[in-house]
């Protein structure tokens, strides 16, 4: 009898020792569903990471960018600045017949020119010296977009504006030509536009050109035209070289 007692003993905590280890099993496994899964983040994909951060992935002909209409007196083009933080210090491009571009990169520190580049582009799209020898050049500027640009030389983004947020100044609101009163234009947020010009309608097209011109196609030809705002920022008109210039409605009828 002390025998078969003995037995059951042994036989009853092997069952509870194994009982007791299905439950930790279980335990563990919960806690393991239950714990978000961490990505590991190596050294070589976070470099690689910076690299997409800080350089363009792409670039575009400068040729076709364009350079934007005078921000004032002093200035013939838009003004591009560090990394979109407004200030005295920004880059701007002039006109230059001397230069194979037509370009001149004009640098502003504390809002004086700093120094000035004749500018050419290499095979690869990049603006470069168009007066230094080869790989001596102060500025590697590639426009990633027709607002973006990034200088190679100074590793510094340049940026002049958010086009969605400056299309805000003229979007969804009536035009009418100051010399043609039946000459009338709307440009859309979404892109698109509609024109009435000698009893004729014509959809339309469009899209931000620069930090201060917006084109737009009518079918049959590209269109652009200047952003044209007072002191203040308040549109005043948008002008095609002065050949046409669009009011807003309300300020027609006044």
């Known amino acids: 009898m002390k ?3 003995t037995v059951f003993v042994l036989v009853l ?3 509870m020792l194994l009982s007791l280890s299905a439950c930790g099993e279980k335990k563990t496994e919960e806690v393991a569903e239950e714990l978000p899964v961490v990505p590991v983040v190596t050294e070589a994909s976070a470099k690689d990471e ?3 951060k800080d350089e363009p992935a792409a670039n575009i002909d400068p040729a076709v960018v364009n350079m934007g209409q005078a921000i004032d007196e ?3 083009a838009d003004a591009w600045y560090k990394d979109g933080v407004e200030g005295g210090d920004y880059i701007y491009f002039e006109k230059a017949d ?3 571009l037509g370009l001149a990169y004009v640098k502003m520190e504390n809002g004086e020119r700093a120094s000035t580049v004749l500018c050419a582009v290499n095979a690869e799209l990049h603006v470069v010296d168009a007066e230094a020898a080869e790989g001596e050049s102060s500025i590697d500027i590639v426009f990633v977009d027709e607002f973006k640009a990034y200088d190679y030389k100074s590793e510094t983004w340049y940026v002049r504006g958010d086009p969605a947020a400056l299309s805000v100044i003229f979007a969804d609101i009536a035009f009418v030509n100051q010399d043609d009163s039946t000459n009338t234009l709307i440009l859309n947020a979404d892109g698109t536009g509609l024109e009435v010009f000698q009893g004729q309608e014509d959809e339309l097209s469009w899209v931000m050109d620069s930090a201060s011109t917006v084109k737009y196609n009518d079918g049959s030809y590209d269109h652009v035209l200047q952003i044209v ?3 203040t920022g308040k549109l005043v008109s948008l002008s095609e070289q002065n050949f046409r210039i669009f009011v807003p409605a309300e300020a027609a009828a006044e």
């Open 13 to 15: 905590s092997v069952v």
């Open 50 to 52: 910076e690299v997409a």
């Open 98 to 100: 001397n230069s194979d």
């Open 3 to 5: 025998k078969i007692v």
């Open 229 to 231: 705002c007072d002191e």
């Open 74 to 76: 002093l200035h013939t």
